[in-house]
DNA sequence: GACACAATACCAACCGGTCGGTATGAGGAG
DNA sequence: CTCCTCATACCGACCGGTTGGTATTGTGTC
């Protein structure tokens, strides 16, 4: 982390502590010392405190949609599979504390929705686009499955956001990863089911 | 809300300037000029901060148990047309706007489960306590459909709350209601199906 | 007059943000 | 090559306002 430039060890900085104690909570001069860089050179590339967070939000988006776009769950021919791999995915990346596995997006959108437009517009990209990135195997399992039903692949995608954003609040409730677990448990099967595949052992990893 | 006291003047103004922009961001002063009351009064009826939080956890579980338990939904008798009802009633709630839908011991825990253990517990035991709320109509739908799974009517019970909370921080990010009853019609086709129940039209109201 | 409750004045610490200044390095002129 | 200029990156003391919290003084009701 020492050769980065002060811009990246910042955004770096923003992403663990924001999600360890939230956005509002965390101050401008704890950023600093935690990256290691001073006052000053904060202002120099943000304007503002909210504008940290705006960038932030583009590079959380960046950083976890090149981990996303490389993990292994695209592999599998059937884009069924592909579905539920990724769900395994995500299930495998809650290890250790909230701190560590929850979103710094959905974090941050909770405390400044009301507060800053532009904050509330780079965390809904954030989840909304990585949302979009499951859209196409969705179709494609629904063409493949003929599955019929008034929800669309769209509405089925954000639905699984928005399940784990409630299994992380879950588990910083109760400070157990394993509740959040058994949220990710039940949208599987959900999937199982509307897809009338029966319950399967996990085929990635 | 002129005849209350000044405790329960502030307990009300914390829920509802809390939802609107989060824990951290709300200050004591402008708790006491919302409630009308002043510095010195708050800091009569609590120590610090964090003991207004956690009291006000505990009011968020008292007033909304009141509404829960006198809520409709109970009287089907039908286990499963009560946790359906359960869920339609959830998403009747989804009006106006985030911070008049969402939940108070949600947005708090996720910014507070790092600083205060206390608030933690209190979060949690408001969380947890009313997802047991719906363990025994799930446990008679169980039985009674003969439905057979690796999971629990706790862990399902905890899972609609999940799925709420998901959904409360889907409509911060977009701004609307109706992505977060998306995620709501979601969760109700997860339970059709696990009890096998051919998608209805909601019975009650 | 005892006691719960509330109003006001006040404090030190901390907040986001400013500002005058320095270090470095690229590019052009001679 | 040397010298000058300019832009970018960074520094840290400092500012006014706000923060959670305190101390003191009423005031209404048994």
Redesign the interface.
């Known amino acids: 982390m020492l050769k980065l430039d002060a811009r990246t060890k910042l955004l770096n900085a923003a992403i663990e502590v924001v999600r ?6 965390t101050s401008v001069d704890e950023l600093c010392r935690k990256a290691g860089v001073t006052k000053g050179a904060f202002f120099h590339h943000f304007e503002t405190k909210d504008a940290l967070a705006v960038a932030a939000a583009n590079y959380w988006s960046e950083t976890t949609g090149a981990l996303f776009a490389q993990a292994p769950y695209h592999t599998p021919a059937d884009p069924l599979d592909r579905v539920l791999a990724y769900i395994d995915f995500r299930k495998d990346l809650l290890q250790g504390t ?2 560590e596995f929850s979103c710094f ?3 941050t ?7 800053s437009d532009e904050i ?1 517009a780079a ?2 990209a954030s ?2 686009g990585h949302a979009e990135t499951l859209v196409a195997d969705i179709s494609e399992a629904i063409r493949r499955y003929k599955v019929k ?1 008034t ?1 669309t692949a769209q ?2 995608a ?2 699984t ?7 992380f ?2 588990a ?4 157990s990863a394993t ?2 677990a ?2 990710v ?2 949208l599987r ?2 999937i199982e ?2 897809f009338n595949r029966k319950p399967t052992k996990r085929k990635t990893k």
């Open positions: 360890a104690q939230g956005y509002a909570a909230p701190a997006v959905g974090t959108v909770q405390e400044a929705f009301g507060s509330r965390c809904k989840i909304f039903g929800w509405s089925l954000l639905h956001q928005a399940v784990l954003q409630g299994a609040i879950i910083k409730a109760s400070g509740t959040a058994d949220s448990n039940h099967r959900y089911l509307l």
